[in-house]
Protein backbone atom coordinates (compact mmCIF):
# COMPACT_ATOMS: atom_id res chain seq x y z
CA UNK A 1 0.00 0.00 0.00
CA UNK A 2 2.46 2.58 0.61
CA UNK A 3 4.53 1.63 -2.35
CA UNK A 4 1.79 2.22 -4.34
CA UNK A 5 0.89 5.47 -2.62
CA UNK A 6 4.78 6.75 -3.18
CA UNK A 7 4.25 6.11 -6.65
CA UNK A 8 1.05 7.99 -7.10
CA UNK A 9 2.02 11.23 -5.17
CA UNK A 10 5.59 10.83 -7.29
CA UNK A 11 3.36 10.95 -10.62
CA UNK A 12 1.83 13.92 -9.39
CA UNK A 13 4.74 15.78 -8.50
CA UNK A 14 6.35 15.01 -12.00
CA UNK A 15 3.54 16.31 -13.21
CA UNK A 16 3.08 19.49 -11.50
CA UNK A 17 7.19 20.17 -12.19
CA UNK A 18 7.74 22.64 -14.31
CA UNK A 19 10.14 21.11 -16.17
CA UNK A 20 7.61 18.35 -17.15
CA UNK A 21 4.96 21.17 -17.71
CA UNK A 22 7.71 22.56 -20.40
CA UNK A 23 8.67 19.40 -22.46
CA UNK A 24 5.36 18.81 -23.02
CA UNK A 25 4.26 18.54 -26.65
CA UNK A 26 3.23 21.82 -28.09
CA UNK A 27 0.10 22.20 -29.96
CA UNK A 28 -0.20 24.10 -33.48
CA UNK A 29 -1.84 27.41 -32.88
CA UNK A 30 -3.79 28.77 -36.28
CA UNK A 31 -4.89 31.97 -35.12
CA UNK A 32 -5.41 34.50 -31.63
CA UNK A 33 -6.81 37.44 -30.27
CA UNK A 34 -4.80 40.68 -29.12
CA UNK A 35 -6.26 43.25 -27.15
CA UNK A 36 -4.11 46.01 -25.42
CA UNK A 37 -4.14 49.20 -24.38
CA UNK A 38 -1.45 52.26 -24.30
CA UNK A 39 -1.15 54.20 -21.43
CA UNK A 40 -0.08 57.75 -22.74
CA UNK A 41 -0.24 58.68 -26.38
CA UNK A 42 1.35 61.22 -28.47
CA UNK A 43 -0.27 64.69 -27.33
CA UNK A 44 1.26 66.75 -30.88
CA UNK A 45 -0.71 64.05 -32.77
CA UNK A 46 -4.02 64.61 -34.39
CA UNK A 47 -4.75 60.64 -34.50
CA UNK A 48 -2.53 57.52 -32.78
CA UNK A 49 -2.02 54.54 -34.35
CA UNK A 50 -0.60 51.30 -33.54
CA UNK A 51 1.11 48.58 -35.89
CA UNK A 52 1.11 44.80 -35.85
CA UNK A 53 4.70 43.23 -36.91
CA UNK A 54 5.82 40.28 -37.30
CA UNK A 55 9.35 39.52 -36.41
CA UNK A 56 12.14 38.97 -38.75
CA UNK A 57 14.87 36.45 -37.67
CA UNK A 58 17.27 39.22 -39.98
CA UNK A 59 16.14 42.65 -40.82
CA UNK A 60 13.13 44.77 -40.61
CA UNK A 61 9.95 43.43 -39.18
CA UNK A 62 7.05 43.28 -41.54
CA UNK A 63 4.01 45.05 -40.89
CA UNK A 64 1.16 42.93 -41.38
CA UNK A 65 -1.70 45.22 -39.83
CA UNK A 66 -3.26 48.30 -37.98
CA UNK A 67 -5.51 49.98 -35.39
CA UNK A 68 -6.37 53.55 -35.12
CA UNK A 69 -6.77 54.09 -31.70
CA UNK A 70 -9.79 54.91 -29.83
CA UNK A 71 -10.50 57.30 -26.96
CA UNK A 72 -10.04 54.69 -24.04
CA UNK A 73 -6.74 53.91 -26.07
CA UNK A 74 -7.51 50.79 -26.75
CA UNK A 75 -6.55 48.25 -29.68
CA UNK A 76 -7.58 44.76 -30.83
CA UNK A 77 -6.05 42.52 -33.69
CA UNK A 78 -6.83 38.88 -34.26
CA UNK A 79 -3.56 36.93 -36.36
CA UNK A 80 -4.68 33.95 -38.57
CA UNK A 81 -1.26 32.19 -39.17
CA UNK A 82 0.12 28.55 -40.23
CA UNK A 83 1.97 28.05 -36.87
CA UNK A 84 2.75 30.79 -33.80
CA UNK A 85 5.96 32.93 -34.04
CA UNK A 86 7.09 36.68 -32.53
CA UNK A 87 5.49 39.72 -33.02
CA UNK A 88 5.27 43.28 -31.80
CA UNK A 89 2.64 45.85 -31.69
CA UNK A 90 4.70 49.40 -32.14
CA UNK A 91 3.50 52.49 -31.36
CA UNK A 92 4.69 55.65 -33.16
CA UNK A 93 8.60 54.37 -32.51
CA UNK A 94 7.83 55.51 -29.13
CA UNK A 95 7.13 51.62 -27.65
CA UNK A 96 6.88 48.22 -28.78
CA UNK A 97 6.22 45.12 -27.11
CA UNK A 98 7.11 41.69 -28.55
CA UNK A 99 4.64 38.82 -27.81
CA UNK A 100 4.66 34.69 -28.97
CA UNK A 101 1.60 34.03 -30.78
CA UNK A 102 1.03 30.58 -28.47
CA UNK A 103 -2.07 32.01 -27.21
CA UNK A 104 -4.28 35.11 -26.78
CA UNK A 105 -2.60 38.20 -25.53
CA UNK A 106 -3.42 41.01 -23.23
CA UNK A 107 -0.83 43.78 -23.72
CA UNK A 108 -0.02 47.10 -21.33
CA UNK A 109 2.02 49.20 -23.00
CA UNK A 110 3.79 52.53 -21.69
CA UNK A 111 3.47 54.34 -24.83
CA UNK A 112 4.60 58.13 -25.23
CA UNK A 113 7.07 59.04 -23.00
CA UNK A 114 5.75 62.03 -20.35
CA UNK A 115 8.90 62.30 -18.76
CA UNK A 116 11.01 65.64 -19.05
CA UNK A 117 13.77 63.34 -20.57
CA UNK A 118 12.45 61.14 -22.92
CA UNK A 119 13.49 57.64 -23.94
CA UNK A 120 12.30 55.04 -26.66
CA UNK A 121 14.03 52.34 -25.30
CA UNK A 122 10.53 50.10 -23.90
CA UNK A 123 10.18 49.23 -20.15
CA UNK A 124 7.55 48.36 -17.85
CA UNK A 125 5.29 47.28 -20.65
CA UNK A 126 3.16 44.33 -19.45
CA UNK A 127 2.83 41.16 -21.69
CA UNK A 128 -0.16 38.18 -19.84
CA UNK A 129 -0.51 35.25 -22.30
CA UNK A 130 1.83 31.81 -22.25
CA UNK A 131 4.44 30.50 -20.79
CA UNK A 132 6.39 31.50 -23.48
CA UNK A 133 5.29 34.92 -23.56
CA UNK A 134 7.30 34.73 -20.16
CA UNK A 135 10.23 34.08 -21.63
CA UNK A 136 9.97 36.74 -24.02
CA UNK A 137 9.42 39.46 -21.64
CA UNK A 138 12.00 37.75 -19.25
CA UNK A 139 14.32 38.18 -22.06
CA UNK A 140 13.52 41.43 -22.84
CA UNK A 141 14.20 43.06 -19.14
CA UNK A 142 17.55 41.14 -19.35
CA UNK A 143 18.95 42.94 -22.31
CA UNK A 144 16.96 45.89 -21.22
CA UNK A 145 19.04 46.00 -18.23
CA UNK A 146 22.71 44.90 -19.59
CA UNK A 147 21.86 47.89 -21.80
CA UNK A 148 21.16 50.47 -19.20
CA UNK A 149 24.04 48.80 -17.19
CA UNK A 150 26.37 49.24 -19.60
CA UNK A 151 25.88 53.05 -20.75
CA UNK A 152 25.99 53.72 -17.14
CA UNK A 153 29.05 52.27 -16.56
CA UNK A 154 30.81 54.01 -19.90
CA UNK A 155 29.41 57.91 -18.39
CA UNK A 156 30.50 56.76 -15.04
CA UNK A 157 34.03 55.86 -16.02
CA UNK A 158 33.91 58.66 -18.65
CA UNK A 159 32.84 62.05 -15.95
CA UNK A 160 35.56 59.58 -13.62
CA UNK A 161 38.55 60.05 -16.21
CA UNK A 162 37.54 64.10 -16.51
CA UNK A 163 37.66 64.99 -12.59
CA UNK A 164 40.78 66.79 -11.01
CA UNK A 165 40.64 64.10 -7.77
CA UNK A 166 41.67 60.57 -9.69
CA UNK A 167 40.51 58.37 -6.42
CA UNK A 168 36.96 57.24 -7.76
CA UNK A 169 38.53 56.89 -11.37
CA UNK A 170 42.00 54.68 -9.40
CA UNK A 171 39.00 52.91 -7.19
CA UNK A 172 37.10 51.76 -10.43
CA UNK A 173 40.24 50.92 -12.34
CA UNK A 174 41.72 48.59 -9.82
CA UNK A 175 38.38 47.24 -7.64
CA UNK A 176 37.51 43.59 -9.22
CA UNK A 177 33.63 43.47 -9.90
CA UNK A 178 31.63 40.56 -8.23
CA UNK A 179 30.45 39.85 -12.23
CA UNK A 180 30.89 42.73 -14.98
CA UNK A 181 27.65 43.65 -17.05
CA UNK A 182 28.49 41.29 -19.34
CA UNK A 183 28.96 38.33 -16.85
CA UNK A 184 25.86 38.86 -15.27
CA UNK A 185 24.13 39.24 -18.55
CA UNK A 186 25.79 36.02 -19.93
CA UNK A 187 24.94 34.25 -16.47
CA UNK A 188 21.37 35.64 -16.56
CA UNK A 189 20.69 34.26 -20.53
CA UNK A 190 22.20 30.92 -19.66
CA UNK A 191 19.44 30.11 -17.23
CA UNK A 192 16.98 31.47 -19.57
CA UNK A 193 18.01 29.29 -22.16
CA UNK A 194 18.36 26.34 -20.04
CA UNK A 195 14.76 26.87 -18.13
CA UNK A 196 13.32 27.38 -22.05
CA UNK A 197 15.99 24.47 -23.76
CA UNK A 198 12.82 22.36 -25.81
CA UNK A 199 10.30 25.53 -26.10
CA UNK A 200 9.76 26.68 -29.65
CA UNK A 201 9.91 30.08 -28.63
CA UNK A 202 13.97 29.88 -27.64
CA UNK A 203 14.65 31.32 -31.22
CA UNK A 204 13.92 34.70 -30.36
CA UNK A 205 17.17 34.09 -28.37
CA UNK A 206 19.31 32.03 -30.24
CA UNK A 207 18.88 34.58 -33.28
CA UNK A 208 21.05 36.89 -31.54
CA UNK A 209 23.25 34.26 -29.28
CA UNK A 210 24.90 33.02 -32.30
CA UNK A 211 28.22 34.65 -32.01
CA UNK A 212 29.72 34.11 -35.32
CA UNK A 213 33.28 34.38 -33.38
CA UNK A 214 32.62 32.44 -30.96
CA UNK A 215 32.99 28.57 -31.85
CA UNK A 216 31.66 27.61 -28.55
CA UNK A 217 28.49 29.61 -28.65
CA UNK A 218 28.22 28.84 -32.38
CA UNK A 219 27.81 25.00 -31.67
CA UNK A 220 25.23 25.83 -28.89
CA UNK A 221 23.36 27.48 -30.91
CA UNK A 222 23.78 25.30 -33.65
CA UNK A 223 23.04 22.05 -31.36
CA UNK A 224 19.61 23.70 -29.98
CA UNK A 225 18.50 24.43 -33.05
CA UNK A 226 18.63 21.05 -34.44
CA UNK A 227 16.97 19.75 -31.42
CA UNK A 228 14.09 22.36 -32.14
CA UNK A 229 13.82 21.28 -35.97
CA UNK A 230 13.67 17.96 -34.58
CA UNK A 231 11.14 18.16 -32.50
CA UNK A 232 9.32 20.80 -34.15
CA UNK A 233 9.24 20.36 -37.92
CA UNK A 234 6.79 22.96 -38.37
CA UNK A 235 8.88 25.88 -37.40
CA UNK A 236 10.36 27.10 -39.84
CA UNK A 237 12.38 29.92 -38.28
CA UNK A 238 14.25 27.02 -36.89
CA UNK A 239 15.33 26.05 -40.24
CA UNK A 240 15.67 29.95 -41.36
CA UNK A 241 17.75 30.96 -38.53
CA UNK A 242 20.03 28.05 -38.88
CA UNK A 243 20.85 29.15 -42.54
CA UNK A 244 21.22 32.68 -41.25
CA UNK A 245 24.01 31.58 -38.71
CA UNK A 246 25.97 29.79 -41.02
CA UNK A 247 25.50 32.57 -43.55
CA UNK A 248 27.04 34.85 -40.93
CA UNK A 249 29.26 33.06 -40.09
CA UNK A 250 30.96 32.73 -43.63
CA UNK A 251 30.40 36.58 -44.05
CA UNK A 252 32.62 36.89 -40.39
CA UNK A 253 35.44 34.81 -41.71
CA UNK A 254 35.84 37.35 -44.38
CA UNK A 255 36.33 39.78 -41.93
CA UNK A 256 39.27 38.44 -40.26
CA UNK A 257 42.24 39.66 -39.65
CA UNK A 258 44.33 39.80 -42.85
CA UNK A 259 41.01 39.64 -44.93
CA UNK A 260 40.40 42.66 -47.40
CA UNK A 261 37.76 45.25 -46.16
CA UNK A 262 34.69 45.00 -47.93
CA UNK A 263 34.35 47.17 -51.22
CA UNK A 264 31.07 49.40 -50.78
CA UNK A 265 30.05 52.92 -51.56
CA UNK A 266 27.36 55.38 -49.33
CA UNK A 267 25.88 58.43 -50.61
CA UNK A 268 28.14 60.98 -49.18
CA UNK A 269 26.28 64.34 -47.34
CA UNK A 270 25.48 65.91 -51.48
CA UNK A 271 24.19 62.32 -52.13
CA UNK A 272 27.19 61.12 -54.19
CA UNK A 273 28.16 57.65 -54.12
CA UNK A 274 31.88 56.86 -52.26
CA UNK A 275 33.74 54.10 -51.02
CA UNK A 276 36.71 53.32 -49.45
CA UNK A 277 39.51 52.00 -52.46
CA UNK A 278 40.37 56.09 -51.92
CA UNK A 279 42.01 55.66 -48.83
CA UNK A 280 44.76 52.88 -49.65
CA UNK A 281 48.14 54.40 -48.81
CA UNK A 282 46.70 55.27 -45.50
CA UNK A 283 46.10 53.96 -42.39
CA UNK A 284 42.09 54.01 -42.26
CA UNK A 285 39.98 53.76 -38.82
CA UNK A 286 36.29 53.04 -40.10
CA UNK A 287 33.49 54.67 -37.57
CA UNK A 288 30.09 52.88 -38.04
CA UNK A 289 27.85 55.23 -36.15
CA UNK A 290 24.29 56.97 -35.70
CA UNK A 291 23.12 59.88 -33.97
CA UNK A 292 21.14 58.80 -31.21
CA UNK A 293 24.36 56.71 -29.98
CA UNK A 294 25.29 58.31 -26.91
CA UNK A 295 28.47 56.19 -26.64
CA UNK A 296 29.42 56.70 -30.46
CA UNK A 297 28.52 60.87 -29.80
CA UNK A 298 31.03 60.39 -26.64
CA UNK A 299 33.87 58.71 -28.73
CA UNK A 300 33.78 61.35 -31.06
CA UNK A 301 36.48 63.93 -29.75
CA UNK A 302 38.75 61.08 -28.53
CA UNK A 303 38.62 60.19 -32.63
CA UNK A 304 39.43 64.05 -33.34
CA UNK A 305 42.06 63.89 -31.11
CA UNK A 306 43.65 61.02 -33.24
CA UNK A 307 42.60 62.67 -35.99
CA UNK A 308 44.64 65.46 -35.56
CA UNK A 309 47.80 64.23 -33.96
CA UNK A 310 47.68 61.60 -36.85
CA UNK A 311 46.76 62.95 -40.13
CA UNK A 312 49.90 64.06 -41.10
CA UNK A 313 50.94 60.41 -41.19
CA UNK A 314 48.91 58.88 -43.17
CA UNK A 315 45.92 58.65 -40.67
CA UNK A 316 42.33 59.02 -41.83
CA UNK A 317 38.99 58.43 -40.60
CA UNK A 318 35.83 57.78 -42.59
CA UNK A 319 32.03 57.43 -40.52
CA UNK A 320 29.29 55.32 -41.78
CA UNK A 321 26.09 56.17 -40.24
CA UNK A 322 23.13 53.98 -39.66
CA UNK A 323 20.89 56.66 -38.78
CA UNK A 324 17.58 56.67 -40.80
CA UNK A 325 16.19 59.74 -40.25
CA UNK A 326 18.34 62.03 -42.63
CA UNK A 327 17.79 65.35 -41.01
CA UNK A 328 18.92 64.12 -37.49
CA UNK A 329 22.08 62.61 -39.11
CA UNK A 330 22.80 65.86 -40.62
CA UNK A 331 22.21 68.10 -37.61
CA UNK A 332 24.65 65.22 -35.88
CA UNK A 333 27.29 66.24 -38.20
CA UNK A 334 26.69 69.77 -37.97
CA UNK A 335 26.77 69.60 -34.24
CA UNK A 336 30.00 67.58 -33.62
CA UNK A 337 31.62 69.06 -36.71
CA UNK A 338 33.40 66.34 -37.75
CA UNK A 339 36.66 67.12 -40.38
CA UNK A 340 36.19 63.93 -42.02
CA UNK A 341 34.48 62.04 -44.79
CA UNK A 342 30.89 60.97 -43.73
CA UNK A 343 28.68 58.70 -45.44
CA UNK A 344 25.18 57.54 -44.75
CA UNK A 345 24.48 53.55 -45.05
CA UNK A 346 21.25 53.89 -47.57
CA UNK A 347 20.28 49.90 -45.98
CA UNK A 348 21.13 49.69 -42.09
CA UNK A 349 19.77 46.10 -41.91
CA UNK A 350 22.26 44.96 -45.04
CA UNK A 351 25.19 47.29 -44.07
CA UNK A 352 25.05 45.54 -40.32
CA UNK A 353 25.18 42.32 -41.91
CA UNK A 354 27.44 42.91 -43.96
CA UNK A 355 30.00 43.78 -41.30
CA UNK A 356 28.68 41.54 -38.50
CA UNK A 357 27.95 44.33 -35.69
CA UNK A 358 25.46 44.58 -33.94
CA UNK A 359 25.87 47.14 -31.79
CA UNK A 360 27.66 50.76 -31.96
CA UNK A 361 29.95 52.15 -31.96
CA UNK A 362 31.76 49.80 -33.96
CA UNK A 363 35.12 50.60 -35.52
CA UNK A 364 37.52 48.76 -38.26
CA UNK A 365 41.01 49.90 -38.52
CA UNK A 366 42.49 48.92 -41.85
CA UNK A 367 46.39 49.04 -43.08
CA UNK A 368 47.55 50.84 -46.29
CA UNK A 369 47.09 48.35 -48.21
CA UNK A 370 43.13 48.04 -47.34
CA UNK A 371 43.48 45.01 -45.25
CA UNK A 372 41.71 44.53 -41.85
CA UNK A 373 43.87 44.72 -38.70
CA UNK A 374 41.00 44.52 -35.95
CA UNK A 375 37.39 45.49 -35.43
CA UNK A 376 36.71 46.54 -32.41
CA UNK A 377 33.42 47.17 -30.34
CA UNK A 378 32.98 50.60 -28.49
CA UNK A 379 35.85 52.85 -27.92
CA UNK A 380 38.05 52.64 -25.14
CA UNK A 381 41.55 53.22 -23.86
CA UNK A 382 42.52 49.93 -25.57
CA UNK A 383 41.24 50.75 -29.04
CA UNK A 384 43.35 54.19 -28.71
CA UNK A 385 46.52 52.43 -27.73
CA UNK A 386 45.98 49.68 -30.24
CA UNK A 387 45.59 52.47 -32.97
CA UNK A 388 48.40 54.41 -32.16
CA UNK A 389 50.87 51.71 -31.83
CA UNK A 390 49.84 50.54 -35.41
CA UNK A 391 50.27 54.10 -36.66
CA UNK A 392 53.83 54.71 -34.78
CA UNK A 393 55.12 51.03 -35.97
CA UNK A 394 53.73 51.14 -39.57
CA UNK A 395 52.17 47.68 -38.78
CA UNK A 396 50.69 45.51 -41.40
CA UNK A 397 47.66 43.23 -41.48
CA UNK A 398 48.59 39.64 -40.40
CA UNK A 399 46.49 36.75 -41.54
CA UNK A 400 45.27 35.15 -38.21
CA UNK A 401 46.54 31.24 -38.24
CA UNK A 402 43.73 29.13 -38.90
CA UNK A 403 42.87 25.52 -36.97
CA UNK A 404 45.17 22.39 -38.92
CA UNK A 405 41.17 20.98 -38.29
CA UNK A 406 37.37 22.85 -39.11
CA UNK A 407 34.95 21.26 -37.02
CA UNK A 408 32.28 19.78 -39.69
CA UNK A 409 28.78 21.10 -39.37
CA UNK A 410 25.77 18.57 -39.53
CA UNK A 411 23.44 20.29 -42.22
Known amino acids: MKKTVFKMCASLAM???PAVLLAQKVPIVKSITVKGTIRFTDPRLDSNWVL???????GKPKVIDSFLLGKDNTFSFKIKQDHQSAYTIEYKYWDRATFWSDADVKITMRGYDTARVKM?????NSVEGSMDNSFIQLYTQINDLHYFRTIEEYNTEYYAKKATDTTWYSYMKNHKKYKTSAEDYADRNELLLHTFHDRPVLIYDIRNMAGTEDGEKYDKAMQLLESLITKYPWLTEAQQLKQNIINNKAQAMRLKTGQPMPSVKYPDPNGTLAGLEQYKGKYLLVDFWASWCGPCRQAIPKVKELY???K???FDVVSISIDTDKAAWRKAMKDETMPWQQLLSDNKEKTMEQFQFAGIPT???VDTEGKIIERFSGY??????KIKQTIAQGTKSMAEKQPKTIPAIRF
Open 15 to 17: LAS
Open 52 to 58: LEKESLS
Open 120 to 124: KIPHK
Open 308 to 310: TQY
Open 312 to 314: EKG
Open 363 to 365: LYL
Open 380 to 385: SEETEA
